[in-house]
C-alpha cells in the first residue's frame, strides 16, 4: 500500500508547477499558432525564424515531458527513503529547519 502525503505538500509549490507548466503550455500554443499565422509568408528570412521556432518548440517539448519524468521519479525515490528510514528524515528535516532559523533570525 503506497500513501502520499499531499497535505505535507506545500500549497505555494503546486501552484507555481502549474503555473509553469500552464505557461509553457500557452508559450508553446502561442508559438504553434504563429507558425500557422506566418504559412502564407514566403520571405527567406521568415521561412528561417519559421524553422527555428518549430526546432525550438520540439525541444521545450521534449526538455518539459524529460523533467516530468525525472521529478517522478526523483519522488518516488524520495519517498522510497523517506519510507525506509522515517526517524532519520525527521532528524534531517529537524537539523535543517533549525539551520535555516538560525541563519534567516542572524539578518
Do not use: C, N, W
Amino acid at each position: 500500500m503506497e500513501t502520499h502525503f499531499q497535505a505535507m505538500e506545500s500549497a505555494k509549490a503546486d501552484v507555481t508547477r502549474e503555473k509553469l507548466k500552464d505557461d509553457i503550455r500557452g508559450l508553446t500554443e502561442d508559438a504553434e499558432a504563429l507558425l500557422k499565422a506566418t504559412a502564407g509568408d514566403v520571405s527567406e528570412k521568415v521561412k528561417e525564424a519559421r524553422s527555428r521556432l518549430a526546432a525550438a518548440i520540439e525541444r521545450v517539448k521534449a526538455s518539459t515531458e524529460d523533467m516530468e519524468k525525472r521529478a517522478a521519479e526523483a519522488a518516488k525515490v524520495a519517498d522510497k527513503v523517506v519510507r525506509e528510514h522515517p526517524y532519520e528524515s525527521i532528524g534531517i528535516a529537524f537539523g535543517l529547519g533549525l539551520l535555516i532559523g538560525v541563519l534567516v533570525a542572524r539578518r
